[in-house]
């Protein structure tokens, strides 16, 4: 599964780098950066980082 | 259709290795009328049916024609990919934004019949009944002019207007022409789904570079071979190129593919005295050492090996006493202050970074680590256009081919405050004496 940010509706909330550290990191302005591929086992997390983003702007795609 | 079997008298007597192709063969020409437009290239041929159109898109495949806006991307591709939808649209795209090129508004202000046969053609091609050309505004008026005078003639079997371009420098990108298009808004857009499949009022859309489009009109004419005839094996054809800065002559100049970047330098009449820099594309592209360039063709084969690529097809030289690193802070503020403003990687971070960038050119104490660190996270195709990861990059390869002076200049050696008035700013005399190209063309 890979993520994907809408970076216009993005407003760097800074959730999804809180639910998955490991797969998305915050840039020095509080942007994330997708680092990797969602690993096996963290497909839960992954969903969801998703569904509390507050701007909807995090997409999950297989 | 098969393609021409001949290319038509005039074209074929100047023989497939002649140049120009797309622009008038005496400059200063003026627009080309479309009287004369026919009586050079001969008439457009009609392109219907289905098994036709993927017959010219195999020609067109067999050219390898890319797209001369910047992304240079397989027209053959993208034509497929619009081809297989229904109720298509074609946009030829002459927003020009890129403050350094001057290409496609002297190919519009010379050969406009050219791009409008293109667009035509690209429409016949996708099974579109519309075409739209967005063209700069200093050459809109001229283009709708040669768009009322098809229509006198009987010319079109498509619905073909002309709108005039948002003057930004993200306008251009495809995105942002769809937008503008829609809604007058010329800011790129976030698209999940390919424009090729969903783009304007929701319309499968085959977005086009008018040059791109003009060296379409003439494969339709005259086939893939001798498209060919110029050009390398792997980026065949010829390619407007602006030739800008410290050189003798500035201007808009057809090449050929391939031509070693010093000669082309050459068909300015060769820089005006040492060079320090090189900035290949645009602004989105790269500084290379001049010294390295000059032997190495003029293709994305070519100019890999450097790093660069073609972009919009521009080479600015720099003077050797002007400095890189100024000159790069300069354009990494304008590129930061032409952001569209939607993403917080290119708001933030490319402000951030022309502000490093001036403080090293001007000699007060940058912050290296950072700068390199914002360099690192900003160009990762993390905006929803490109436009962070062009000037990210431009400022990286300063960085690179001005390696030399970093030093220097971080120990607080100040060789000028970096202002706004550009080295590259060509005082610059195109062909065309046309009264409506903008004053820093004329």
Known sequence: ?62 | MRPASRPHANLADTTADRLPRLLPAYRGAGPLSLADHLDRYGPPPEIRGARTRDEVIGEVELAALAGRGGAGFPTARKLAAVAARRNAVVIGNGTEGEPVSAKDKVLMAQSPHLVLDGAAAAAGLVGATEAIVVAHAAVADLMAAAVAERRRARLERIRLSVVPAADAFVAGEASAVVHWLESRVPKPKSTPRRLSERGLHGRPTLVQNVETLAHLALITRYGAGWFRGVGTEREPGSMLVTLAGAVRVPGVYEVEIGTPIGAVLGLAGGAVGPLGGLLVGGYFGSWVDPALAVDLPLSSEGLGALGAGLGAGVLAALPADVCGLAEAARIARYLASESAGQCGPCVFGLDAIAGQLERLASGRGPDLVALRRWIGQVGRGRGACKHPDGTVAMVASALRTFSGEIDRHAAGWCCGVPGRTSALSPPYRPASPDPRMPRRWR
């Open chain 1, 1 to 62: 599964m890979r993520l994907s940010v809408d970076m216009i509706e993005c407003e760097g909330r800074g959730i999804c780098a809180e639910v998955l550290p490991d797969v998305i990191r915050l840039d020095d302005w509080g942007y994330p950066m997708i680092v990797r591929q969602v690993p096996p086992g963290l497909e839960d997390d992954a969903r969801e980082a998703v569904r509390l983003c507050p701007r909807l702007a995090l997409r999950l795609r297989r």
